[in-house]
């Protein structure tokens, strides 16, 4: 059997800088990972916005075809009065 040698052995000192690496590698992970709980809550904040943002657009939809409804009606109107105004004149 060949006798141990001692270049391939890494010392103490590099050993412990290896370990302290290692350890400054994994707090950067760590802190990176977001936890299940705090998840959840901002998924479920997201929900919330959402919803809310939908009935915003409900609104703004109903808003819109109200305007809309309006405008077609307000031009009925003014044809209705022209049209009733010829009859009127073409009557006399």
């Known amino acids: 059997m060949a006798p141990f040698e001692d270049d391939d052995t890494p010392t103490l000192r590099e050993l412990g800088r290896i370990l302290r690496d290692f350890r400054d590698e994994s707090r950067m992970l760590m802190g990176q990972m977001v936890r299940r709980d705090v998840h959840a809550v901002e998924h479920e904040a997201l929900n919330i916005r959402v919803a809310r943002l939908e009935g915003e657009r409900d609104?703004?939809?109903?808003?819109?075809?109200?305007?809309?409804?309006?405008?077609?009606?307000?031009?009925?109107?003014?044809g209705l009065s022209l049209v009733t105004s010829f009859v009127l004149a073409w009557t006399k």
């Open 59 to 78: 609104t703004a939809v109903k808003e819109a075809a109200q305007r809309r409804n309006q405008f077609y009606l307000a031009i009925l109107a003014a």
